[in-house]
């Protein structure tokens, strides 16, 4: 399997989760929603963590730098995680209006943020490290 597939698949994991919380919260259910969204920043952290921990370390010495664009992405990574705190804030008061402006925000900055990895990054880490690949995702399955 070549790393762009798995991670793709990651992304609509997290994509598919992330609605259940946001149809939770417009149904008003706040503790379904709170437990969405629980499994969704899990699944979505730990997406980061195989990117950060194992596929970055990997492109960034095959490619002899870390200034590209997993920079970027690991700058991202964090605003991530601070609307992630933003939006359990918003669930824990059980604040609708605040929760829908701020995973609007989020919405737009994950796509963006995964159609640049899909589109760009994870075909350049499919290049760079086809003879690691399939030990890399290995790797990220067991992480």
């Keep these: 399997m070549e790393i762009s597939d798995f991670m793709r698949d990651e992304h ?5 989760a992330f ?20 499994d969704f920043m899990i699944d979505t952290l730990k997406h980061f963590d195989k990117e950060e921990e194992i596929l970055f370390p990997a492109f960034e010495a095959a ?5 590209g664009p997993t920079y970027v992405m ?29 995973a609007d925000t989020l919405m737009i900055l994950l796509q963006q943020h995964n159609m640049k990895e899909e589109q760009m990054l994870y075909a350049m880490c499919d290049q760079v490290l086809e003879e690691q690949a399939k030990e890399l995702v ?3 399955k067991a992480h």
Excluded: I, P, W, Y
């Design 12 to 16: 609509r994991h997290c994509d598919d």
């Design 19 to 38: 609605a259940k919380v946001e149809q939770a919260v417009n149904e008003g259910d706040f503790k379904k929603a709170f437990t969405h969204f629980e």
């Design 63 to 67: 490619t002899l730098s870390t200034e």
């Design 74 to 102: 690991k700058l991202e990574h964090n605003q991530v995680r601070g609307l992630l705190e933003q939006m359990k804030d918003a669930l824990d008061k059980g604040d609708k209006d605040r929760f829908f402006s701020v």
């Design 138 to 140: 290995e790797k990220m």
